[in-house]
């Protein structure tokens, strides 16, 4: 008995150590602009990607008439969490979401919120403010350094000045919206948003389930393989569902789209994809030293 205690005392030890090991070998990624590390092809499946830095998981779900597309993120580092841009800001230059997704080494990603081709809200991506003009027509999605999500109904002016102020600052600000659950609390919808929430649309929407994991979900609509799309009420209630504490709904209809693996995950073919001013995506930390082969 005294040996099988020693045993599995050592047994610990080594996980420990490995796992402390895997922690030091993960280093953050700049937080600009620059592109992720290539992921290691070899670690991909049909449905999933994992390495020391960062764990995914793909499904595909049949909600009522529409199909649901999802990935189930977790990521080591906060840094992890990325954006990009097609062009500098106010270029209000355009590109494909999977095309941006390659050029920065994607594991997945999403489109975001448009923001370039916008007016106003309060827009910062990747640590740099471009425009401070908070709509109070629109719910705001603020990450923070630690890669948490705070959630602003009408873009309270007064938690944004919080955060504004924190330690951990502010890395990135999405103007679209709506709410879908704060706090672990679903949201009930507007009467009233500035987009067509309660039609039958193709969907986009991120999501925070707990400390650096995340689920995105994009919804195929307009008759895509069959997808009819869904509500924003119906999308909000699958991603409480699941377990999201914080849920916001990006640009959805032809902006709708997934890409994993460098290749649409999502029903709308490359030849229909609309072009978009920014993206979200999730890189590895880790270096393969194959970042020479990003086009």
């Known amino acids: 008995m005294r040996h099988l205690l020693s045993f599995l005392l050592m047994s610990l030890l080594v996980v420990s150590v490995l796992s402390s090991a895997c922690a030091e070998a993960v280093e953050p990624l700049p937080v600009d602009f620059s592109h992720g590390h290539m992921p290691d092809p070899a670690l991909y499946t049909e449905d999933s990607y994992q390495d020391d830095s960062i764990e995914v998981h793909m499904e595909r779900v049949i909600v009522g008439k529409a199909q649901f597309n999802v990935a ?25 979401i999977s095309t941006m997704a390659r050029a920065n080494n994607a594991v997945v990603a999403i489109g975001g919120d448009y923001y370039g081709n916008e007016e106003g809200g309060y827009v910062v991506r990747m640590g740099e403010v471009y425009r401070k003009k908070p709509l109070k027509s629109r719910d705001m999605l603020v ?135 920014d993206i979200i995506y999730f890189a590895t930390a880790m270096d393969f030293g194959l970042d020479e082969q990003t086009e």
């Open 72 to 96: 189930h993120v977790k990521i080591a580092d906060p840094t992890q969490l990325r954006t990009a841009l097609a062009a500098p800001f106010g270029k209000k230059k355009t590109n494909r």
């Open 143 to 277: 990450i923070d350094g630690n890669a948490d999500f705070h959630i602003l109904i009408k873009s309270n002016a007064d938690e944004l000045k919080a955060l504004v102020e924190s330690d951990l600052g502010i890395v990135n600000v999405f103007n679209f919206g709506p709410a879908l659950v704060v706090d672990g609390v679903l949201q009930e919808m507007p009467s009233k948003y500035n987009y067509n929430i309660r039609g039958t649309e193709p969907r986009c929407a991120i999501g925070q389930l707990g400390p650096l994991e995340y689920l995105l979900v994009v919804v195929d609509g307009r008759g895509a393989d069959g997808s009819k799309g869904c509500n924003v009420e119906t999308l909000a209630q699958f991603m409480y569902d699941r377990g999201c504490q914080q849920a916001y709904n990006l640009d959805g209809g032809n902006s709708a789209l997934m890409v994993f693996n460098r290749e649409n995950y999502s029903a709308k073919s490359y030849e229909a994809e609309r072009s978009v001013t």
